[in-house]
T-cell receptor
Framework: DTAVSQTPKYLVTQMGNDKSIKCEQN?????MYWYKQDSKKFLKIMFS???????INETVPNRFSPKSPDKAHLNLHINSLELGDSAVYFC?????????????FGPGTRLLVL | DAKTTQPPSMDCAEGRAANLPCNHS???????VYWYRQIHSQGPQYIIH???NNETNEMASLIITEDRKSSTLILPHATLRDTAVYYC???????????FGPGTSLSVIP
């Protein structure tokens, strides 16, 4: 079974639309993350979510909002999509929050905004 | 910007050891060195991590210099399936601004 799964795998949409990406982990981990990988292959953290505590990278626009219905899920909502939002988005999880925790990544969601 | 620097690309003959270097000259005392790899179109995969001592697991070995300013990931017997982008990152207790990239693109050649 897939440890960290994301849906959809591909997402093509128009500028201005609102979309969501879902993430689920079946590892029993307490912490989940969202990353954005740009065209230059830099992978930058967007959010960390641990026991209902949200840590946000301040460079992330407030059009992006994570929502966690339970410990196993962390969905990413994006409002008013812009061309620059086109990227690959990865969800990840770790047992706890901190620098000594191995992260497990999902397969990624390829978002294309037209 | 990433706190590490890596060569953009490397080649390695199949069956030979692949040695991937990483410089992290500004590393702090409580920061771990982590290595991940990303095979084309997949999510990053954890390989190994360490603080001061050399580490070995079933995938690779990690050699960290005594001053901790650089490290080397060693894949002892590279296979074609090891072709991937390898990321070296330093992590503290906070993930606020963790950045991977752009990494080293390793090509294992038959």
């Amino acid at each position: 079974d897939t440890a960290v799964s994301q849906t959809p795998k591909y997402l093509v949409t128009q500028m201005g639309n609102d979309k969501s990406i879902k993430c689920e982990q079946n590892l029993g981990h307490d912490t989940m993350y969202w990353y954005k990988q740009d065209s230059k292959k830099f992978l930058k953290i967007m959010f960390s979510y641990n026991n209902k505590e949200l840590i946000i990278n301040e460079t992330v626009p407030n059009r992006f909002s994570p929502k966690s219905p339970d410990k196993a899920h962390l969905n990413l909502h994006i409002n008013s999509l812009e061309l620059g939002d086109s990227a690959v988005y990865f969800c990840a999880s770790s047992q706890e929050y901190g620098g000594q925790e191995t992260q497990y990544f999902g397969p990624g969601t390829r978002l294309l905004v037209l | 910007d990433a706190k590490t620097t890596q060569p953009p690309s490397m080649d390695c003959a199949e069956g030979r050891a692949a040695n991937l270097p990483c410089n992290h000259s500004t590393i702090s005392g409580n920061e771990y060195v982590y290595w991940y790899r990303q095979i084309h179109s997949q999510g990053p995969q954890y390989i190994i991590h360490g603080l001061k001592n050399n580490e070995t697991n079933e995938m690779a070995s990690l050699i960290i210099t005594e001053d901790r300013k650089s490290s080397t990931l060693i894949l002892p017997h590279a296979t074609l399936r090891d072709t991937a982008v390898y990321y070296c990152i330093v992590e503290t207790t906070s993930y606020d601004k963790v950045i991977f990239g752009p990494g080293t693109s390793l090509s294992v050649i038959p």
